[in-house]
Nanobody, 115 residues
Framework: QVQLVESGGGLVQAGGSLRLSCAAS????????MGWYRQVPGKQRELVAF???????NYLDSVKGRFTISRDNAKNTVYLQMNSLKPEDTAVYYC?????????WGKGTLVTVSS
């Protein structure tokens, strides 16, 4: 079983920055990919950023140039640096880890951007 611990959400003014972290622990042989999704009430969960074990990165178009995903393989941790935040970035952000070809989800962390 794999456990995910997310941190870094909170309240920030528009134009500000936040850094999300997600650490995976448990019995892990191989992490295939790690990333972040977000969801607002009434809408589907959407991919924000994802990084594979091979280093391929994908970003949601609206966050390109503002958000940066990175990972620390030694710590099984993925980060999301969010700069120039906008009110429309307000959402619950979920960490997703694909480990041993199984999807694991974090419980979510709330990011609120005030105008």
């Amino acid at each position: 079983q794999v456990q995910l611990v997310e941190s870094g959400g909170g309240l920030v003014q528009a134009g500000g920055s936040l850094r999300l972290s997600c650490a995976a622990s448990g019995t892990i042989f191989s992490i295939n990919g790690m990333g972040w999704y977000r969801q607002v009430p009434g809408k589907q969960r959407e991919l924000v950023a994802f990084i594979t074990s091979g280093g391929w990165i994908n970003y949601l178009d609206s966050v390109k140039g503002r958000f940066t995903i990175s990972r620390d393989n030694a710590k099984n941790t993925v980060y999301l640096q969010m700069n120039s935040l906008k009110p429309e970035d307000t959402a619950v952000y979920y960490c997703k880890v694909v480990a041993d070809i199984v999807d694991y989800w974090g419980k979510g962390t709330l990011v609120t951007v005030s105008s």
